[in-house]
């Protein structure tokens, strides 16, 4: 079984920086892509930023300029470091994994529990 566990949320005043981290731990052979994906109130989850296990990024829109996505392969952890808030950046950070479990032969998706980033104005 494998588990990510997020941290680094909290509340921020806007123009202000948070800086999130997942660990993935369990059974794992492998951890491919990775990424943060966000969900607002009332809206859907969406992608933030993505990061393949070779380190080529994605960012959305919204966050391109602003946020930055990095990982350490060697301790299954990635990050998001996120500056200039706004906001609209208000929601709940989940971090996501493309995960090979030790004795299986197929990368399945897991997901953390969710951490909150508040942005006041």
């Known amino acids: 079984q494998v588990q990510l566990v997020e941290s680094g949320g909290g509340l921020v005043q806007a123009g202000g920086s948070l800086s999130l981290s997942c660990v993935a731990s369990g059974s794992i052979f492998r951890v491919n892509a990775m990424g943060w994906y966000r969900q607002a109130p009332g809206k859907q989850r969406e992608l933030v930023a993505a990061i393949t296990r070779g380190g080529s990024t994605n960012y959305a829109d919204a966050a391109q300029g602003r946020f930055t996505i990095s990982r350490d392969n060697t301790k299954n952890v990635v990050y998001l470091q996120m500056n200039s808030l706004k906001p609209e950046d208000t929601a709940v950070y989940y971090c996501?994994?493309?995960?090979?479990?030790?004795?299986?032969?197929?990368?399945?998706?897991?997901w953390g529990q969710g951490t909150l980033v508040t942005v006041a104005s």
């Open positions: 996501n994994a493309e995960v090979l479990e030790l004795g299986t032969y197929g990368y399945s998706e897991v």
